[in-house]
């Protein structure tokens, strides 16, 4: 269980601050993970904490077992990519990758590797200065590849990417984890990793909301019944006598039910002698279960 | 390990320009003070002392060490630098035990001013040899206390860019740190140097340790003897390495 990543009872306060509060979740081998929450929900430091930059307050965060400063070769096991700018603006890519194959001793022929694997050989002594965001993006990748790690940890590695890129990145990740890599991809904006990830870890305030298997989160938050019907007050009163309950709104003209199948309304509606035109699920959008789990849609 | 963090630290160094245009500019602030004292020697009411004397023949050659301020600024941007364009993250993921890589870039840097002044004294040389020699003022460069002067320009060039990477530790705004060092040096130090009383402390200051370590001479100004400073002056830079350093691993990279 060598790329297990484990956050237990994390805390961070900066100052009066407190960044994240009690965190505890965890990461299995081989799986691709989304780390969501809004903006300033505690992502970044959580992944800082994991690698060592941040010193948590309480709490550990380890990676196979051991905390990143304690890796024998932490480069080898763990590759990061933070933020599109940590690059001296003056240096090539080939040397800003040269600098970091001399300190772990790989040869310097990995750093035009890794560039060509993210598309960047052409350019690779031109100054990062003049790279656009989406090439410093994949430089940022490329440098965490350098060691072939087996576990990736990317935080927001989409901001700032145009359609085009951001394409290239999923297809880049989904090639990742395809060769049994342990990714760890933080996000605020669900529809971003949606294709990537199978896991979710969401977190709001610092807390944990909910971790669990995207498929799963979806089923749970059950699905919306659509009907449609010119008698809808008897629909809706036909349904109150339903012994389970169910939960019923109204919306343009058509009758939503929640926490039962289709079968079932239609068969009620069958023996109570209701006309229907229409009767269809309605699944309920990932993005909107996001917004309602970290109560950022609130306001909507 | 330690080599290899080492070699990283001059490949960082060689891969940008800066070290080229703060040598350009030690061999121009050398060649300029080079003309300066030798030009000016001979003009009514200059206070130095004559080139024919040990004291001013130790003076011109220590003029090198007139370079410690773009020493100090070339290790307080090796320090801030990677703070500056957060090259801080990838630095310290890489070799997660940071005192490690504080003390790779210490011992990096001394090399590095070692390097910085052998270059500022060849430059000296090719300019005050044959200057000297058309003016018919004979000098020998293994007597008069030039070769304890020469080597205390480099090392106190070595100590001056090990002092620069440790206030760049504890300083890690580079303006802020390039701007106050060179204020301390250039209106503090000279302020304390010329005032009296005052000048009387002078020579335990970083500046008057350089002085005094390159044995060379300041109307009205004593400075300890040559092995006093250049404790003292190793003092300053372990005092200001230790303490970044022990920040540095304490402070939190976000």
């Known amino acids: ?300 | 390990m330690m080599t290899r963090l080492l070699r990283a630290e001059f490949t960082k160094l060689f891969t940008t320009k800066l070290w080229l245009w703060l040598l350009l500019g030690a061999i121009g602030m050398t060649g300029l003070f080079v003309g300066l004292t030798i030009g000016l020697a001979d003009s009514a009411g200059n206070p130095s002392p004559p080139l024919n004397t040990p004291e001013g023949q130790r003076n011109l050659f220590g003029v090198a060490g007139a370079t410690s301020a773009l020493a100090i600024v070339l290790g307080i941007i090796a320090m801030t630098g990677e703070f500056r364009h957060e090259t801080v993250t990838p630095t310290f993921l890489a070799t997660p035990r940071r005192g490690l890589v504080v003390t790779a870039k210490v011992i990096a840097y001394a090399i590095v001013g070692v390097g910085f002044g052998a270059v500022g004294i060849l430059a000296e040389l090719a300019l005050a040899l044959p200057w000297l020699a058309a003016k018919g003022v004979a000098v020998s460069l293994t007597g008069n206390g030039i070769p304890r002067t020469l080597i205390g320009v480099l090392l106190g060039l070595a100590v001056n860019t090990v002092l620069g990477v440790g206030i760049g530790a504890l300083i890690r705004n580079q303006v802020a740190a390039i701007v106050g060092t060179l204020v301390y040096f250039f209106v503090i130090e000279s302020l304390i140097s010329a005032l009296p009383t005052i000048r009387d402390y002078y020579k335990f200051f970083p500046g008057g340790a350089s002085s005094g370590l390159a044995n060379t001479y300041q109307p009205n100004v004593e400075f300890l003897a040559g092995w006093q400073s250049g404790l003292l002056l190793i003092s300053y830079g372990v005092a200001f390495a230790a303490l970044g350093t022990a920040l540095t691993i304490r402070r939190d990279v976000t």
Not at chain 1, 53 to 60: E, K, M, N, Q, Y
Not at chain 1, 110 to 115: S, Y
Not at chain 1, 123 to 141: F, I, N, P, W
Request: glycine share 12%; net charge negative; hydrophobic share 40%.
């Open chain 1, 1 to 300: 269980m060598s790329g297990q990543i484990v956050v237990s009872g994390l805390t961070k306060m900066f100052g009066p601050v407190r960044a994240v509060h009690n965190l505890s979740f965890t990461v299995a081998p081989g799986t691709v993970t989304g780390f969501l929450g809004p903006n300033g929900a505690g992502k970044t430091t959580t992944l800082r904490c994991l690698l060592g930059l941040v010193t948590p307050t309480a709490g550990t965060a380890t990676i196979g077992g051991l905390r990143y400063v304690d890796l024998p070769q932490p480069s080898s096991t763990v590759g990061a990519v933070l933020e599109a700018s940590s690059f001296h603006p003056a240096r090539s890519a080939r040397n800003h990758l040269r600098v970091i194959c001399t300190v772990n001793g790989y040869p310097a022929s990995r750093a035009d590797a890794v560039l060509d694997q993210v598309g960047l050989l052409t350019v690779a002594d031109r100054k990062v200065r003049g790279y656009s965001t989406g090439m410093r993006q994949r430089l940022g990748l490329a440098a965490a590849l350098l060691g072939d790690p087996g576990v990736l940890v990317l935080d927001e590695p989409a901001n700032g990417l145009d359609p085009e890129g951001i394409a290239w990145l999923r297809a880049f990740l989904r090639r990742l984890a395809a060769d049994g890599r342990t990714v760890l991809i933080s996000s605020h904006v669900l529809s971003e990793v949606e294709q990537t990830v199978d896991d979710i870890v969401i977190i709001d305030k610092g807390a944990l909301v909910r971790q669990g298997n995207l498929g799963d989160l979806a089923s749970q938050q059950g699905s919306t019944v659509v009907v449609r019907t010119p008698d809808p007050d008897r629909l809706v009163s036909a349904l109150g006598r339903y012994d389970h309950r169910p939960g019923i709104r109204r919306r343009d003209g058509a009758v939503m039910v929640d926490g039962l199948q289709p079968a079932e309304i239609g068969h009620l509606a069958f023996l109570e002698g209701i006309e229907l035109h229409e009767l269809t699920t309605e699944r309920s959008d990932l993005e909107d279960i996001f917004f309602a789990l970290t109560g950022e849609g609130a306001d909507r």
